[in-house]
Each structure stands twice: as structure tokens, then as C-alpha cells.
């Protein structure tokens, strides 16, 4: 069976998002589900929802892009940006990603075995001891602050790894942090929001270029509750400045290229307010002598 036609036989939930002005808060109202109980998601074990309402299966064909209000402590009201994008819509330009799918999936293959898989530094993020340095990734390009164009840094030793996706990657505009990412199996990344000198300026987009077993929906991102699945060529975006989690419930690795890109001006700008690591910032710097 074919990815579309999994999605256009409802073999993942719909949902619809209503926004509630009395309470001024966006609403999940759950349409008809016929995904059979075998094929979901083992939430329980996922422990997405940590104890709060039900998670929702958003549908990639219908994302709910309105923006929000919210009360500040102080008592001023901020807009918020939307969980999830189409990529169609706020960043067309990124059909050339999609088109060469292949292409960047073939230079990562030949990567599975490089010595360049680096274990991400946060341990913080890790859903327990036993997931320790199951996060790997080789970092491609960075940009801190994102704000600040020039102070985008291309990691010249890597980029020479991939010449294809780093080429592709540089034809799109604005673009400011770059890297391949493989999550080892049975691991979850705890909830979590991007730092703030980057988050807070950019849209975080994924390229799922190895899922295993894609139709059962086992590999994806948790935004603030939504439920997004990973599908091999398909590109996801979200808000990398609020609560997040990824997950990855089969047994084998998953690996996406994950870029971000400046967000549009009608988007508002994120809310996180974390700042960078020491573990990070020594991450960072162990790249310095590679880029340009």
C-alpha cells in the first residue's frame, strides 16, 4: 500500500482545531477515526501526553495555521504562532528539497557508517540513563543568533561528506542551522523548546529520509499535544520554540535531515526563553576548526 493512499484510506486520525475565542485557546474536535488499535501508536509507552489531556493525530493534508492570543503575566497580549505548517505554504521554495529526496537519501546511506556521528551533548533530553547517546547527528551548518546572517558557519569537513545536500541546501534562501539526525530505536526525546537565539526566529523543518516501517507510524514529532508522523520524503515543519518531543518506537534507527529556515514576517516570533548549555556551547565549539 502506497503512503498516500494510507493517509486517503483514514489510516491516520484527523483532526480539526477550533478556535474557542470565549477561552482564547485553540480546541481539538477528534473526527472519525478507522485506524484499526494494532496500528497506532503505543502512546502508554511513549508517555506523550506525561499525564495530561490526549494527544491528537494532526492530518499533514489539513494543518490548522491560525494564529493565536495569549495573556502575558504582565497582562499584554502576544500573538502565538501556529504547531505545525504546510511546507507548500509558508516555504515553497523547499519543493527542490522534496524533488531530491533521493538524492540527499543516497548520500546519507553512505554515511551510516562515518565516524562523524556525533552523540548530542544535552543528556537532559534522554528519557532515562538506558537512552543515553542514542541521539546522533553530523551537524551541517550553524547560525547563532539566527537574526544574524552572518554568523551562519558551514561545516566545510562534513559538507565535503554530502556535496549534494549541501549544494541543495544552499540554494535555500535564508537558511540558518543544517544537520543529519539518527535517533536510535525504542527512544524518546523528553519535552523540550529550542533556545531562544535560534528558536525564536526560525521554523524547524524535517526531511524523514529512513522511517522504519512508515504505515504504522512508529517515528514523529509531539507539539504541545499534536501528533505529526514521519513519512520517508515528506517534509515536516513546526515551531521549534514551544514544547516538543520526538519519538522513535520500532526497533530500528530513524534518520531525517533537520534544517531551519527564518521565519516569515506575517509568523509571529517564538516564546522561548532557554539559552544555550554549557555541554552545547562546547559542541559548538569542537566544530570551529572545520567550517567556514
Not at 489510516?11 to 478507522?34: G, P, S, T, Y
Not at 500573538?79 to 505548517?85: H, M, Q, S, T
Amino acid at each position: 500500500m502506497s503512503e498516500e493512499s494510507v493517509q486517503e484510506g483514514g489510516k491516520i486520525r484527523r483532526v480539526e482545531e477550533i478556535h474557542d475565542k470565549d477561552n482564547d485557546c485553540f480546541q481539538a474536535d477528534e473526527l472519525e477515526n478507522d485506524q484499526e488499535e494494532e496500528e497506532k501508536v503505543n502512546f502508554e509507552w511513549l508517555h506523550l501526553s506525561d499525564g495530561e489531556d490526549d494527544d491528537y493525530e494532526v492530518d499533514p493534508n489539513n494543518i490548522d495555521e491560525t494564529v493565536g492570543e495569549i495573556t502575558t503575566d504582565s497582562g499584554e497580549t502576544t500573538k502565538v504562532a501556529p504547531r505545525y505548517y504546510d511546507w507548500k505554504k509558508v516555504f515553497p521554495e523547499l519543493k527542490i528539497i522534496e524533488d531530491n529526496f533521493k538524492v540527499i537519501q543516497r548520500e546519507l546511506v553512505t554515511l551510516m557508517e562515518s565516524r562523524e556521528w556525533t552523540p548530542w551533548p544535552e543528556e537532559r533530553l534522554y528519557n532515562g540513563p538506558q537512552q543515553s547517546g542514542q541521539w546522533k547527528v553530523i551537524p551541517l551548518l550553524y547560525t547563532f543568533p539566527a537574526y544574524d546572517e552572518s554568523s551562519s558557519k558551514w561545516i566545510t569537513s562534513n559538507n565535503k561528506l554530502c556535496p549534494k545536500t549541501t549544494e541543495l541546501l544552499k540554494k535555500i534562501p535564508n537558511i540558518r542551522t543544517a544537520l543529519f539526525s539518527r535517533l536510535g530505536g525504542t527512544t524518546r526525546l523528553s519535552q523540550h523548546q529550542g533556545w531562544a537565539d535560534l528558536a525564536n526566529y526560525v521554523l524547524r523543518c524535517h526531511l524523514p529520509l529512513i522511517v522504519p516501517q512508515p504505515e504504522a507510524n512508529l517515528c514523529g514529532m509531539w507539539v504541545e499535544g499534536h501528533v505529526q508522523y514521519h513519512k520517508p520524503g515528506k517534509l515536516l515543519v513546526f515551531d521549534d520554540s514551544k514544547h516538543h518531543k520526538a519519538f522513535n518506537a520500532s526497533d530500528q534507527d530513524r534518520m531525517v535531515l533537520i534544517f531551519d529556515i527564518l521565519r516569515p514576517k506575517k509568523i509571529p516570533k517564538g516564546l522561548a526563553t532557554g539559552g544555550h548549555t554549557e555541554h552545547l556551547d562546547q559542541f559548538i565549539s569542537s566544530f570551529q576548526a572545520l567550517q567556514t
